[in-house]
């Protein structure tokens, strides 16, 4: 294997394909990343069509000064015309409130913990903007997504697998962990092989006009958002007791649970349960469900040593339970559980089996370094027990897995 991986042309890869004139619709963004996937496919011979999503314009709900789609669309339109390929505009604003707003409305309301990027790339981009692209001719999508897609031929059926991105750093392979087989049939990552900076390199050189545009922090395709101002346009203000609960609380006694008993394994993968005279008052906040575990700022607490942070909330009676220092053993857990409704495998030939125990690396949020845990499936779902203490694991979030790399299956926490 050369020195230089990234310059190396190997059979099947995702940046060094055989070149076919098959039509591929990429999705612009505006940044940099989808610029050079559009760049590399039109290199690499391909029918290039880039299609920017406009998916917000709802001003009753967000704060239009931080959601710059304009300036996003027409740097789309600027790369485009700069690789001489065609460029359209969609609206899926209408779509996108439907199914990723007011989930996110809906999931805060229920005390829950959204991630609408996930639900974004299985919902939007590779369902209805999928849809698109079909109906003009396309046989592919791209995004500028860092992660990687291989496919093997298993018992005479194509499999497709999905991989984290070369670039360890720049990884969003978590980002698409509820796509399915026959989305992942239909997309291409010609990034996913690259590093970050070879990607700005390659933008320079080309002279994109997104070369040197910073990467997007905000909504899927929307651009950033001041979440507290987005949420009380829909969710009520409602004034409560922020309750301090100490480091020593009795709750936190730690029992032996290396059986992986089923009723041990629920009780250990269930919140911390909190009564308001468990602790001291230490202020109000404005309602519990604008709040979320492993939250620190806005809870507008002072005179403690350490920054507070919140370990529980309770939507039910308006309570936040908060918990000093970043080491708070109220934010720490080991085990997590997904309803086997809500268990989603991308391969259904791996890590299926109701009874067994299996090793697997895993995580709980976008750029959390990937952790040893154990998958122990069970009739009712599949555990998650990880070797190290896990923060702010939270109701709502999606947790997925690996297994050398390669992402096997994701589920939202229950």
């Known amino acids: 294997m050369p020195k230089n991986r990234e310059n190396y042309k190997t059979e099947g890869s995702t940046l060094f394909m055989p070149i076919k004139k098959k039509r591929v619709v990429v999705a612009l963004s505006g940044g940099v990343d989808s610029s050079v996937a559009a760049y590399l496919l039109v290199r690499q011979g391909y029918d290039v069509i880039g299609v920017f999503m406009k998916n917000w314009h709802d001003e009753s709900v967000t704060i239009s000064n931080e959601c710059p789609w304009l300036e996003d669309s027409y740097d789309a339109m ?50 209805i903007f999928l849809k698109i692209a079909i109906s003009l001719d396309a046989h592919y999508i791209a995004t500028g997504h860092y992660a990687r897609i291989k496919q093997e031929e298993i018992n005479g059926e194509r499999i497709y697998s999905l991989h984290k991105g ?88 730690m029992n032996d649970y290396s059986d992986f008993d089923e009723k041990k394994l629920s009780k250990m993968s269930k919140p911390y349960n909190y009564n308001f005279k468990d602790g001291e008052e230490v202020g109000f906040h404005k309602g519990a469900h604008f709040y979320t575990v492993g939250q620190r700022k806005g809870l507008a607490i002072g005179g403690s040593e350490m920054p507070m942070y919140v370990i529980r909330t309770d939507i039910k009676k308006n309570i936040i ?8 053993p109220g ?36 750029r959390q370094p990937l952790q040893k845990a154990k998958l122990i499936f069970k009739k009712n779902g599949a555990y998650l027990f990880f070797k190290e203490m896990q923060s702010a694991i939270a109701k709502g979030q999606f947790a997925a897995w690996y297994d050398n790399g390669e992402l096997i299956g994701s589920g939202e926490i229950s």
């Open 78 to 127: 600027m790369v485009c015309e700069k690789l001489k390929i065609p460029f359209q505009t969609v609206d899926l604003s209408k779509q996108y409130k439907e199914r990723i707003v007011n989930y996110m409305f809906n999931e805060y309301e229920n005390g829950n913990t959204p991630n609408p990027d996930v639900l974004c790339n299985r919902e939007i981009k590779f369902d």
């Open 166 to 253: 070369f670039d360890n750093d720049k990884d969003q392979s978590y980002f698409l962990c509820q796509l399915s087989q026959f989305q992942l049939s239909k997309a291409l990552f010609p990034i996913g092989e690259l590093s970050k900076k070879k990607v700005r390199d390659i933008a320079k050189k080309q002279k994109l006009v997104t070369a040197n545009k910073k990467d997007s922090q905000g909504l899927c395709f929307i651009g950033k958002v001041k979440l507290p101002a987005f949420l009380q346009q829909k969710l009520k203000l409602k004034k409560g007791k922020i309750i301090k609960i100490p480091y020593n609380h009795k709750v936190y006694k």
């Open 321 to 328: 339970y908060v918990g000093e220092g970043k080491n708070h």
């Open 331 to 366: 934010l720490y857990r080991n085990t997590l559980f997904i309803q086997r409704k809500n268990l989603h495998f991308i391969r259904k030939d791996k890590f299926f089996e109701n009874t067994k125990v299996y090793d697997v690396d895993a995580r709980i949020r976008y």
